[in-house]
């Protein structure tokens, strides 16, 4: 079955950049999603279509891709991004869906 | 205002059936491909399912887990998003969202133990 892979955690101080890394073969054919969880909250879209950022998202949110991998990167970090972030996409078929592990961010 | 509310979730003991609701107002559902996501406690999200819109022939498609044992339909003259669970089993416990980009519902929890 079709997996995406980031790394469990990452770690950053406050202003500082912090990026996350999502990897799957599909990626160069299929646009990824990025969603924000904070506890007890539902996810919020961050990122769609590998660079898009939905209307009442930050500017310091941005995504990138290149090959296999996407990445989505947290510009001067805030208190406030403290949260797991899940990178989205489908299999080459496009008929399956799935997140990656997801990624607690840690702002120091 | 967009609004996604999901309901039906409870107690249902493991080869038991649940039925769940997705009330869906603020834009246009007719023309929306419509999921399910869930998230086990404690564990991260999990892509359940999909429906196409029925101008785009309403068929659905399944995680594997799930496939065989769930449902998805929909009802576009109510707005509403159902999820079938048959044959339940301890591994589906955890939250039920319904979502379509970049709407999320605030989920319905689904416990499933004897």
């Known amino acids: 079955s079709y997996e995406l892979t980031q790394p469990p955690s990452v770690s950053v101080s406050p202003g500082q950049t912090a990026r996350i890394p999502c990897s799957g073969e599909?990626?160069?054919?299929?646009?990824a999603f990025w969603y924000q969880q904070k506890p007890g909250q539902a996810p919020v879209l961050v990122i769609y279509k590998d660079t898009e950022r939905p209307s009442g998202i930050p500017e310091r949110f941005s995504g990138s891709s290149s090959g296999t991998t996407v990445t989505l990167t947290i510009s001067g970090v805030q208190a406030e991004d403290e949260a797991d972030y899940y990178c989205q996409s489908a299999d080459s078929s496009g008929s399956y869906a799935v997140f990656g592990g997801g990624t607690q961010l840690t702002v120091l | 205002e967009v609004q996604l509310v999901e309901s039906g979730g409870g107690l249902v003991k493991p080869g038991g059936s649940l039925r769940l609701s997705c009330a869906v107002s603020g834009f246009s559902f007719t023309n929306a491909w419509m999921n399910w996501v869930r998230q086990a406690p404690g564990k991260g999200l999990e892509w359940v399912g999909r429906i196409r819109s029925n101008t785009d022939g309403g068929t659905a498609d399944y995680a594997a887990p799930v496939k065989g044992r769930f449902t998805i339909s929909r009802d576009d003259s109510k707005n509403t998003l159902f999820l079938q669970m048959n044959s339940l089993k301890k591994e589906d416990t955890g939250m039920y969202y319904c979502t379509t980009d970049p709407f999320w519902g605030q989920g319905t929890l689904v416990t499933v133990s004897s």
């Open positions: 599909a990626l160069p054919k299929k646009f």
